[in-house]
């Protein structure tokens, strides 16, 4: 669960806006969930998927600072 918490704060960062991660089954409304189907098919062109390569590899260079930062901060909260 933290990694996903960590995942969402990290895209933030990345593109400066709010973001809202959701499973596909929690889009109700047929329309929208057609619309991000036919919008996440774009994903499978190689050039999108060495960016999203790239943004996954930030990601996860920032979730590790982060990480480190908050355990520093709250060394105690997962005892």
């Not at 969402?8 to 593109?15: A, T």
């Not at 050039?47 to 930030?58: F, G």
Request: proline share 4%; no cysteine; hydrophobic share 45%.
């Amino acid at each position: 669960m933290q990694t996903i918490i960590f995942f969402k704060f990290s895209l933030q960062d990345i593109f400066k806006r709010p973001i809202d991660l959701l499973k596909e089954q929690a889009i109700k409304n047929p329309y929208f969930r057609q619309g991000v189907n036919q919008k996440s098919s774009l994903f499978m062109d190689d050039e999108i998927k060495t960016w999203l390569y790239d943004i996954s590899q930030e990601y996860i260079n920032l979730a590790e600072k982060r990480m480190k930062l908050f355990l520093q901060l709250r060394p105690n909260l997962f005892v």
